[in-house]
């Protein structure tokens, strides 16, 4: 295995809690709640994931709770289905080179969430598949949702496509989705040549969302002088949900979500699907700090 397990029976905030590391990362996963990952971080430093106070109040609770983390859904959006509570034991699976987190079906949607855990062996990387299985009888249609929730005052940043000169291209490119509770002049959102921002402000009074077709498959967070990377696979062609979004960013004044979706599939009885992501986390330099916020990003993924 690539990575070291640590089992804590009596942790002070979650029961039961599994610590695991290559020694450059190192994640936390709950098994008396999940799927998720409730903490990511570099040995020494604060988990860049954001955590809910007191969540062991909300065990065995039958209503959705935001915990904090990282967590998968299905999407499209719609509630109740997609508020489905994760607030009961997970299985716990390991094997030589993988660590799997699986909840049990999931009642109203016949659904089977599953994380899976991979690390390099000897880098900042962390290989995570997500696989959502058809437990029923009929089809179904739906997309996968990989959903990280950010610790606060930090800036999310999705890149965009290169322009490209009138009259060399005759047909759009890119599309930006906006949320019907978000204000296109909303402060936090800021649009640049070549990206997208939006600053997690404590202070903000309403949310937002917003999402694009990303043609490079990744989006990221920046938080002090560390940078996460969520990379995925783009599939040209395939319908996406939200108007087409593979990646979105929600934030209020507690957090802030970066997500990355799959394609809209038909799933039939036993299949499953998967959705992966690639997570990269790691410090920049002083002066790589005072770059352009996407060449910062566009650095530490050359490096």
Same mark, same amino acid.
């Given at each position: 295995?690539?990575?070291?397990?640590?089992?804590?029976?009596?942790?002070?905030?979650?029961?039961?809690?599994? #610590?695991?590391?290559?020694?450059?990362? @190192?994640?936390?996963?709950?098994?008396?709640?999940?799927?998720?990952?409730?903490?990511?971080?570099? =040995?020494?430093?604060?988990?860049?994931?954001?955590?809910?106070?007191?969540?062991?109040?909300?065990?065995?609770?039958?209503?959705?709770?935001?915990?904090?983390?990282?967590?998968?859904?299905?999407?499209? @959006?719609?509630?109740?289905?997609?508020?489905?509570?994760?607030?009961?034991?997970?299985?716990?699976? @390991?094997?030589?080179?993988?660590?799997?987190?699986?909840?049990?079906?999931?009642?109203? +949607?016949?659904?089977?969430?599953?994380?899976?855990?991979?690390?390099?062996?000897?880098?900042?990387?962390?290989?995570?598949?997500?696989?959502?299985?058809?437990?029923?009888?009929?089809?179904?249609?739906?997309?996968?949702?990989?959903?990280?929730?950010?610790?606060?005052?930090?800036?999310?940043?999705?890149?965009?496509?290169?322009?490209?000169?009138?009259?060399?291209?005759?047909?759009?490119?890119?599309?930006?989705?906006?949320? =019907?509770?978000?204000?296109?002049?909303?402060?936090?959102?800021?649009?640049?040549?070549?990206?997208?921002?939006?600053?997690?402000?404590?202070?903000?009074?309403?949310?937002?969302?917003?999402?694009?077709?990303?043609?490079?498959?990744?989006?990221?967070?920046?938080?002090?002088?560390?940078?996460?990377?969520?990379? +995925?696979? #783009?599939?040209?062609?395939?319908?996406?949900?939200?108007?087409?979004?593979?990646?979105?960013?929600? +934030?209020?004044?507690?957090?802030?979500?970066?997500?990355?979706?799959?394609?809209?599939? +038909?799933?039939?009885?036993? @299949?499953?699907?998967?959705?992966?992501?690639?997570?990269?986390?790691?410090?920049?330099?002083?002066?790589?700090?005072?770059? =352009?916020?996407?060449?910062?990003?566009?650095?530490?993924?050359?490096?």
């Amino acid at each position: 295995m690539g990575f070291h397990v640590e089992h804590v029976s009596d942790h002070p905030v979650w029961k039961e809690l599994y #610590t695991l590391s290559n020694g450059i990362l @190192e994640i936390e996963v709950p098994s008396r709640i999940g799927p998720r990952i409730t903490a990511l971080r570099m =040995p020494g430093m604060e988990n860049i994931f954001y955590q809910a106070p007191h969540p062991q109040q909300h065990f065995l609770a039958d209503k959705w709770i935001p915990y904090g983390g990282h967590r998968l859904w299905h999407a499209p @959006e719609e509630n109740p289905r997609s508020y489905y509570p994760d607030n009961v034991p997970v299985q716990i699976l @390991e094997s030589e080179n993988a660590f799997s987190i699986i909840q049990e079906v999931e009642k109203t +949607t016949s659904i089977q969430k599953e994380i899976r855990i991979q690390f390099e062996t000897d880098g900042n990387i962390i290989h995570v598949v997500h696989a959502l299985r058809n437990c029923g009888i009929w089809p179904i249609q739906f997309s996968g949702w990989a959903i990280s929730m950010m610790a606060p005052g930090g800036k999310a940043v999705i890149p965009l496509p290169k322009r490209i000169p009138f009259p060399q291209a005759l047909v759009p490119n890119l599309s930006i989705n906006i949320w =019907p509770y978000t204000d296109v002049d909303d402060e936090r959102i800021e649009f640049h040549k070549d990206c997208i921002s939006i600053q997690q402000d404590p202070s903000a009074n309403l949310p937002l969302k917003i999402g694009a077709n990303c043609s490079d498959g990744w989006i990221g967070y920046s938080l002090g002088n560390y940078l996460f990377v969520k990379k +995925t696979k #783009t599939t040209g062609g395939n319908q996406y949900p939200d108007r087409g979004s593979n990646v979105e960013v929600f +934030t209020d004044n507690n957090l802030l979500e970066i997500e990355t979706l799959g394609p809209m599939l +038909t799933v039939g009885p036993g @299949e499953s699907i998967f959705h992966e992501e690639e997570w990269i986390l790691g410090r920049i330099d002083a002066e790589e700090m005072d770059k =352009p916020l996407l060449e910062q990003f566009l650095s530490f993924l050359d490096n």
